[in-house]
């Protein structure tokens, strides 16, 4: 653009202004005297103060050398979740291009698109944020230049300034809608969700589910909606819930660590998107206090260490017999100098055995202490997702063992009737280095752990379950199993009690059978078939654990509805993991086929699909304040674009306006001085003389 001079007159004292009024207000006061005293040449003396005053002033004309500037139309474009159904990026593409179009054909106009509300990788910011980044955008430039900002979004906006002042540019304001005036769409809504629930009972949550109608139309209410309710992935119920009414649930936590239950409602009469017909809530289960009952068959060195290790956890409820005397002992003592108690065989076994959580067989020889038709409740207890440990000594090996009961139908091993008396130190199997209970035990593939040696052995054979441990010869040594919904855990030998003695160095006993009892109570961390997913900085992560070394493939559903298959690459200890980007706010879904993950970027349940319907109010403030206009695209078209003055509408009914702001910017200076000291000298001196002639005659 062509420069432009620019005069102007400007003034710098000689001295400070309270001095130059201080003259001016003592020559007014003088010159009022001559004039009352009809003094000769009050005139002149006049025109000498007046020279004098000017000079100090010290005028001079400025000619500035300016640049005009183009003024800068912004374009703002809300590339948000919402943004991306039901026809609006087509209409979002389509009206911008027709912007830039009628922008670049106006004289000294700039254009400048910003482009925001997209979910950044690893962000935590709920909603669509347009302004911040707008803001960001606009750094460089003076917001003087900003002629008007157009945004193109479909109004469901997060961070909308409260007032012109904090949007900090003077100019119009112009919401361009995407979407229609009367969407509808329906809307499940978590209303409250416990973080935490103890283990076995049921926690409450509060569910909503609305049926929106019409620009933040209220939402209608009456009939009723069908909600299914998944745990873990296993579809638990369907159940029908009245509409635009809160509605209590109560669901069962069934096991410590996260639990995640997934609510889905059915399609409604009105569907923008089935992004905000599921919501998700994550709860935490803790045990209030495990229950555990040990019975030890008979006294041996290795019973300290099962009580020692149970006592120490202080959430850990013990109920601890020892079998002194079995009932066909008869040696002739008097009932009244025996110091034991009886055995309270059918309060443990009938009446309480469902409010253990774990049954302990510590060398149990089957004395006739347990009459069968309570070895039939324990096996009970076990199937419907009770936890039992054997932890057999040698007379497992014959008649009297566990294995010649009833509980033989759900035990891992059978004996061969021997017992193997020689030194040998525990290994981890090859199936045990990708089983969480052992894998972290194992140390590095080919290098055997320098545990302390055991020195008697069950011989037996393991035709179901998993044995994790060998022993002598490579005998099964610890051998675990399902059993219906419950679990069973073997130890083939009653001498882990070297290890806490530490005998050669000892061994990871206190460690282990930790292990073992959290992967008989179902914690999660320990489940051998397991699949997890995170999303870390912007990507989803999966993580599936699996006894099983074939390839694994999962299906992903990402927030959108959209699928597909990815193959987990293989890694130690029975891991294998992927990884894809997860650019979208909202859940993610991963299946193996058997199990189920979910995984949320950003918050649970996002702000951005609370309320899909387009929107004028949350902007209409700001576009009034501002002078600016809003059209619906689909219903007013695309509106043209043009200039106006300072002061002049700057919307119409299919037309936006962009304020002139005629910004410059100054490329030089040149300052020419108006009084020149010898002009001021000679006007001073001559109107002296002139004022003491007339006054002289």
Same mark, same amino acid.
């Given at each position: 653009?062509?420069?432009?001079?620019?005069?102007?007159?400007?003034?710098?004292?000689? +001295?400070?202004?309270?001095?130059?009024?201080?003259?001016?207000?003592?020559?007014? @006061?003088?010159?009022?005297?001559?004039?009352?005293?009809?003094?000769?040449?009050?005139?002149?003396?006049?025109?000498?103060?007046?020279?004098?005053?000017?000079?100090?002033?010290?005028?001079?004309?400025?000619?500035?050398?300016?640049?005009?500037?183009?003024?800068?139309?912004? @374009?703002?474009?809300?590339?948000?979740?919402?943004?991306?159904?039901?026809?609006?990026?087509?209409?979002?593409?389509?009206?911008? $291009?027709?912007? !830039?179009?009628?922008?670049?054909?106006?004289?000294?106009?700039?254009?400048? *698109?910003?482009?925001?509300?997209?979910?950044?990788?690893?962000?935590?910011?709920?909603?669509?944020?347009?302004?911040?980044?707008?803001?960001?955008?606009?750094?460089?430039?003076?917001?003087?230049?900003?002629?008007? +900002?157009?945004?193109?979004?479909?109004?469901?906006?997060?961070?909308?300034?409260?007032?012109?002042?904090?949007?900090?540019?003077?100019?119009?304001?112009?919401?361009?809608?995407?979407?229609?005036?009367?969407?509808?769409?329906?809307?499940?809504?978590?209303? =409250?969700?416990?973080?935490?629930?103890?283990?076995?009972?049921?926690?409450?949550?509060?569910?909503?589910?609305?049926?929106?109608?019409?620009? =933040?139309?209220?939402?209608?209410?009456?009939?009723?909606?069908?909600?299914?309710?998944?745990?873990?992935?296993?579809?638990?119920?369907?159940?029908?819930?009245?509409?635009?009414?809160?509605?209590?649930?109560?669901?069962?936590?069934?096991?410590?660590?996260?639990? @995640?239950?997934?609510?889905? *409602?059915?399609?409604?009469?009105? $569907?923008?998107?089935?992004?905000?017909?599921? *919501?998700?809530?994550?709860?935490?289960?803790?045990?209030?206090?495990?229950?555990?009952?040990?019975?030890?068959? !008979?006294?041996?060195?290795?019973? =300290?260490?099962?009580?020692?290790?149970?006592?120490?956890?202080?959430?850990?409820?013990?109920?601890?017999?020892?079998?002194?005397?079995?009932?066909?002992?008869?040696?002739?003592?008097?009932?009244?100098?025996?110091?034991?108690?009886?055995?309270?065989? %059918?309060?443990?076994?009938?009446?309480?055995?469902?409010?253990?959580?774990?049954?302990?067989?510590?060398?149990?020889?089957?004395?006739?202490?347990?009459?069968?038709?309570?070895?039939?409740?324990?096996?009970?207890?076990?199937?419907?997702?009770?936890?039992?440990?054997?932890?057999?000594? !040698?007379?497992?090996?014959?008649?009297?063992?566990?294995?010649?009961?009833?509980?033989?139908?759900?035990?891992?091993?059978?004996?061969?009737?021997?017992?193997?008396?020689?030194?040998?130190?525990?290994?981890?199997?090859?199936?045990?280095?990708?089983?969480?209970?052992?894998?972290?035990?194992?140390?590095?593939?080919?290098?055997?752990?320098?545990?302390?040696?055991?020195?008697?052995? @069950?011989?037996?054979?393991?035709?179901?379950?998993?044995?994790?441990?060998?022993?002598?010869?490579?005998?099964?040594?610890?051998?675990?199993?399902?059993?219906?919904?419950?679990?069973?855990?073997?130890?083939?030998?009653?001498?882990?009690?070297?290890?806490?003695?530490?005998?050669?160095?000892?061994?990871?006993?206190?460690?282990?059978?930790?292990?073992?009892?959290?992967?008989?109570?179902?914690?999660?961390?320990?489940?051998?078939?397991?699949? $997890?997913?995170?999303?870390?900085?912007?990507?989803?992560?999966?993580?599936?654990?699996?006894?099983?070394?074939?390839?694994?493939?999962?299906?992903?559903?990402?927030?959108?509805?959209?699928?597909?298959?990815?193959?987990?690459?293989?890694?130690?200890?029975?891991?294998?993991?992927?990884?894809?980007?997860?650019?979208?706010?909202?859940?993610?879904?991963?299946?193996?086929?058997?199990?189920?993950?979910?995984?949320?970027?950003?918050?649970?349940?996002?702000? $951005?699909?609370?309320?899909?319907?387009?929107?004028?109010?949350?902007?209409?403030?700001?576009?009034?304040?501002?002078?600016?206009?809003?059209?619906?695209?689909?219903?007013?078209?695309?509106?043209?674009? =043009?200039?106006?003055?300072?002061?002049?509408?700057?919307?119409?009914?299919?037309?936006?306006?962009?304020?002139?702001?005629?910004?410059?910017?100054?490329?030089?200076? %040149?300052?020419?001085?108006?009084?020149?000291?010898?002009?001021?000298?000679?006007?001073?001196?001559?109107?002296?003389?002139?004022?003491?002639?007339?006054?002289?005659?």
């Amino acid at each position: 653009m062509s420069p432009l001079g620019h005069l102007t007159i400007s003034l710098a004292p000689l +001295i400070p202004w309270p001095a130059i009024a201080g003259l001016g207000g003592a020559a007014l @006061v003088l010159l009022a005297l001559a004039v009352g005293r009809r003094a000769r040449g009050t005139l002149w003396r006049a025109i000498a103060f007046a020279v004098l005053v000017a000079a100090l002033l010290n005028p001079s004309v400025v000619q500035e050398e300016r640049q005009s500037l183009s003024d800068v139309a912004v @374009v703002v474009v809300d590339d948000s979740q919402s943004q991306q159904i039901e026809g609006r990026p087509q209409q979002t593409a389509e009206a911008l $291009e027709r912007i !830039e179009a009628s922008i670049k054909a106006l004289p000294d106009t700039d254009l400048r *698109v910003v482009h925001a509300g997209a979910t950044q990788p690893g962000s935590q910011e709920e909603g669509t944020h347009l302004f911040g980044p707008l803001a960001r955008a606009l750094a460089d430039l003076p917001g003087g230049r900003i002629a008007g +900002i157009m945004v193109l979004s479909d109004g469901e906006i997060h961070d909308v300034p409260a007032d012109l002042a904090k949007l900090g540019y003077d100019a119009p304001v112009h919401l361009l809608l995407t979407g229609r005036p009367d969407e509808g769409d329906r809307r499940l809504t978590l209303v =409250r969700a416990p973080s935490f629930g103890l283990v076995g009972k049921p926690v409450t949550m509060t569910l909503r589910v609305d049926d929106l109608t019409g620009p =933040r139309a209220p939402a209608s209410a009456g009939g009723s909606a069908d909600v299914t309710l998944t745990r873990d992935g296993e579809r638990l119920a369907t159940m029908p819930v009245e509409i635009g009414k809160d509605v209590d649930i109560s669901v069962p936590l069934d096991h410590a660590g996260q639990t @995640v239950f997934e609510f889905s *409602v059915e399609r409604g009469p009105k $569907e923008l998107s089935l992004a905000n017909n599921a *919501v998700v809530a994550a709860v935490s289960g803790v045990r209030d206090r495990m229950r555990v009952l040990l019975v030890s068959g !008979e006294p041996h060195p290795g019973e =300290r260490t099962w009580r020692n290790l149970l006592k120490s956890d202080p959430s850990v409820d013990l109920v601890h017999f020892t079998i002194l005397r079995p009932p066909e002992k008869q040696d002739g003592t008097p009932i009244n100098e025996l110091s034991l108690i009886a055995f309270p065989i %059918r309060e443990l076994f009938e009446i309480k055995l469902d409010q253990f959580d774990l049954i302990v067989f510590d060398r149990y020889r089957n004395r006739g202490v347990l009459p069968p038709a309570y070895f039939q409740n324990i096996l009970e207890y076990v199937r419907k997702g009770g936890a039992l440990l054997d932890s057999a000594g !040698e007379s497992f090996a014959g008649p009297q063992g566990l294995y010649y009961s009833p509980l033989a139908e759900m035990l891992p091993a059978e004996p061969t009737g021997k017992v193997i008396h020689a030194p040998f130190r525990p290994q981890v199997t090859d199936l045990g280095r990708r089983h969480p209970v052992t894998a972290p035990l194992a140390g590095p593939p080919g290098q055997a752990p320098s545990w302390g040696r055991w020195f008697r052995q @069950v011989d037996a054979i393991a035709p179901q379950g998993t044995t994790v441990m060998s022993g002598a010869d490579g005998r099964p040594l610890l051998v675990l199993q399902h059993y219906g919904e419950g679990r069973v855990a073997q130890l083939l030998s009653d001498q882990i009690w070297l290890w806490s003695r530490g005998y050669e160095g000892g061994g990871p006993q206190a460690e282990l059978l930790r292990r073992i009892a959290h992967w008989l109570m179902k914690e999660p961390e320990l489940e051998e078939e397991n699949l $997890e997913a995170t999303v870390v900085n912007g990507r989803l992560e999966v993580t599936r654990r699996s006894l099983s070394t074939a390839p694994a493939t999962v299906e992903v559903t990402g927030p959108d509805g959209k699928t597909q298959r990815l193959t987990l690459e293989a890694g130690e200890k029975g891991v294998s993991t992927v990884a894809l980007p997860a650019p979208e706010q909202g859940l993610y879904r991963v299946s193996d086929g058997t199990h189920t993950a979910f995984a949320a970027s950003g918050p649970l349940n996002p702000l $951005e699909l609370a309320d899909l319907r387009a929107t004028e109010e949350p902007m209409k403030p700001l576009v009034t304040a501002s002078g600016g206009s809003i059209h619906w695209l689909a219903e007013d078209g695309i509106p043209s674009v =043009r200039k106006v003055r300072e002061g002049r509408d700057t919307a119409g009914r299919h037309w936006i306006g962009l304020r002139s702001k005629d910004q410059y910017l100054v490329q030089g200076i %040149r300052q020419v001085p108006l009084l020149p000291a010898f002009a001021v000298l000679l006007a001073g001196l001559g109107a002296l003389l002139l004022a003491w002639r007339r006054e002289g005659r």
